[in-house]
Structure formats: C-alpha cells, structure tokens
Nanobody, 127 residues
Framework: QLQLVESGGGLVQPGGSLRLSCTAS????????VGWFRQAPGKEREGVSC?????????NYADSVKGRFNVFRDNAKDSVYLQMNTLKPEDTAVYFC???????????????????WGQGTQVTVSS
C-alpha cells in the first residue's frame, strides 16, 4: 500500500486559512485519486474533498465546504493540497488524505473507497 503523509494542520482563528498537504512514499501520487477526510471527536469520518488522478482532474466537495475549500495538485512536487479558507469552529477535526488507484466517481467522498491512508493532521479552529 502507498504510504501517505499529511502536514499543515494547526490552530487558527475563525475566518482564517490553512493549507494541508499530502505526499506519498513514492512519486506516484499523480496516478491516484486522492481524497481528503476529517474526523471530529465522537463523529464518523466524513469526506471533505477529492481529486481525480492527473489526466482526469475531476474534483468534488462536501456541501459543508463548497466555496471555502479548494483541492489541487502540484505535479512538480507530486503533492495534493487542501486550501481551507474562511474556517469555522465546526471544521475542527483530524484531517486525513487517502488514495485510490482508480476513480470512484460520485463515491469519491466515501472513505470506504480508499485503502491507503495517512496518519492525519489536527486542525483546530478556535478564538
């Protein structure tokens, strides 16, 4: 399985921004659909955003983050980023990236479609 590492989490005030990054143990991330997920204490893991592999490029977002979050790739760095703007306290969670060698289409926000996961990075939105 592909090893993934997230970074970029931290503490931010409401209305602030953070950028999360996802990298892989081998330079193959561009072949994978990458999903971003989050899990708050006592809640189930939920899909936030996903991006199809290079060549497809479809993206999808949870309704709760549309217009605020943006997922994109840096092909030179073979990385995937989640730019999070206008953060709200309810965005507080551990954020994970995950990879799928295919493209699950409309199911790309379903965590069950992924078998390679990072360890997560904490995002806390608080004043």
């Amino acid at each position: 399985q592909l090893q993934l590492v997230e970074s970029g989490g931290g503490l931010v005030q409401p209305g602030g921004s953070l950028r999360l990054s996802c990298t892989a143990s081998a330079p193959v991330l561009h072949y994978y659909t990458v999903g971003w997920f989050r899990q708050a204490p006592g809640k189930e893991r939920e899909g936030v955003s996903c991006v199809e592999s290079v060549g497809g490029g479809h993206t999808n977002y949870a309704d709760s983050v549309k217009g605020r979050f943006n997922v994109f790739r840096d092909n030179a760095k073979d990385s995937v980023y989640l730019q999070m703007n206008t953060l709200k306290p309810e965005d507080t969670a551990v954020y994970f990236c995950a990879a799928n060698a295919g493209y699950p289409g409309d199911a790309c926000l379903n965590p069950n479609e992924y078998n390679s996961w990072g360890q997560g990075t904490q995002v806390t939105v608080s004043s």
